[in-house]
């Protein structure tokens, strides 16, 4: 079986040492460090709202979709531009209410946890808010010292107490300050650094530790009205500096695009269930062990490059094509843990949007599988392989359907899907002799048809 990539996943980071003495380390927080007030947080994946800022101006809280256009406006000087991560609803949907978070760092003293700039996503209340994360990739092919970027929009009042709740005391006493990372007992010696202001609020800090002996991380935190900007980047120690300088230079360029308004981005297509609606529907579904489904993610599926029906003429199936002629469409993923690797079972439901129309690509797909003896098929990250089909017989409560299974070496793919409207259902899993195949076509058919009684 080709294992998809689960989204929200991310490279593990090391938080990356400058002394500044206590008086001019006052002088840098002033305008870093303030209480805020609490304010409603801005719904997941919902419309651009009104905020009031510090000024009393009225600002406007980005989607997750103008976060990520305005990622994609930045770009280094080779020319390199940022690489997003999964979309923010994907996340939200893997992280549920945040506790599988990777754990943030132990402050000592207590007090100076609130000097931890949020380069990638650690904290649950993130969730809440719209939000959009990257990376701007490393100066040389083999080089450590990628640019991680996390972006967030909120109302000014909860980003702030989220990354600016600290005052004048707290940053006189955390001149210096160790962070533990969980499951480590060594701790990371962490002092601030010395930066330009950037947009309302703003602050630095270098911390010891990385991939290479000497290696620190730079990271910067700043506000900009209903955004708050906060990067990461591993460099030399002797760097460090220098790398300061120019995350606020990023950061500044970051706050221009801000000033000038959220960017305009295509309004999502309509649908019957969002991604968040279709992950319910696999949310507590149980396969032939007991287990329950474990929701990986969802997504919109975006106009691609790669839009092709599967076509029984040719007997050829491309599955980034297939996804691709599904275009506008909801889906949501999820995956039940077997007794061992191979029988696992992986499970996407998908809506389509309701401008589409027959013939839908589930059913081209169905009539090639059925239609074909042998299939040229491609699945992401692949070689091409011929399949030679078996049909299997089992039933769905679908008004459309296949069932079948091909073998590549000393394994079996099994494949099971059913449509219902413009709601369609597949699943998949693995066998290791034929005479497995009718009981696992059949636990198949069984999660399919329990996720289509849900809709």
Not at 122 to 127: D, G, H, N, Q, Y
Not at 154 to 170: K, M, R, Y
Not at 424 to 444: H, I, N, Y
Request: glycine share 10%.
């Amino acid at each position: 079986m080709d294992a998809r990539p689960r989204p929200g996943t991310r490279p593990r980071r090391t938080p990356g040492p400058r002394l500044v003495c206590v008086a001019a380390l006052a002088a840098l927080l002033l305008a870093g460090c303030a209480g805020g007030t609490t304010a409603p947080p801005a719904g997941p994946g919902g419309t651009a709202q009104p905020s009031a800022d510090p000024g009393g101006s009225v600002g406007t809280v980005f989607t997750d979709a103008q976060l990520t256009a305005l990622l994609a406006t930045l770009a280094d000087g080779a020319g390199n531009t940022v690489i997003p991560y999964s979309d923010a609803g994907s996340v939200r949907i893997a992280f549920k209410d945040g506790a599988d978070l990777p754990p943030r760092p132990a402050a000592e003293p207590a007090a100076c946890a609130a000097f931890q700039p949020e380069s990638m996503l650690t904290r649950p209340e993130t969730l809440k808010m719209q939000f959009a994360a990257g990376a701007l990739p490393a100066s040389t092919p083999f080089g450590t010292d990628t640019t991680m970027i996390l972006l967030k929009s909120a109302p000014t009042g909860e980003l702030t107490n989220a990354n600016f709740a600290c005052t004048d005391d707290q940053a006189s006493a955390c001149s210096t300050f160790t962070l533990t990372q969980s499951g480590t007992e060594t701790p990371q010696d962490a002092h601030f650094v010395k930066v330009p202001a950037v947009g309302d609020r703003t602050f630095a800090t270098v911390v010891t530790g990385g991939l290479k002996p000497g290696d620190v991380t730079v990271s910067l935190q700043a506000l900009a009205g209903t955004v708050s900007i906060g990067m990461g980047r591993m460099v030399a120690t002797a760097d460090a500096d220098a790398t300061a300088a120019d995350l606020a230079e990023l950061a500044t360029r970051i706050v221009a695009v801000v000033r000038d308004g959220a960017p305009s981005v295509p309004a999502p297509p309509s649908n019957a269930f969002t991604p968040e609606q279709l992950a319910g529907l696999l949310d507590g579904v149980t396969g032939p062990t007991g287990k329950a489904i474990d929701v990986a993610g969802g997504s919109t599926i975006r106009p691609g490059d790669t839009a092709v029906m599967p076509s029984s003429e040719a007997c050829v199936y491309d599955e980034v094509a297939y996804t691709g002629s599904q275009a506008g469409a909801s889906t949501a993923d999820g995956d039940i843990q077997g007794e061992e690797k191979l029988d696992g079972i992986r499970v996407r439901v998908t809506s389509l949007p309701p401008a589409a129309a027959p013939p839908y690509p589930f059913d081209a797909k169905a009539a090639l599988f059925q239609d074909c003896t042998s299939v040229q098929g491609t699945r992401p990250g692949a070689v091409t392989r011929t399949w030679d089909l078996l049909q299997l017989e089992v039933t769905t409560n679908g008004e459309a359907s296949y069932a079948v299974a091909y073998r590549v070496g000393d394994e079996w793919s099994v494949l099971v899907g059913a449509r219902n409207g413009s709601l369609s259902v597949e699943a998949e899993t693995g066998a290791r002799s034929e005479s497995d195949l009718p009981q696992a076509a059949a636990g198949l058919a069984a999660v399919v048809d329990e996720v289509l009684a849900r809709a």
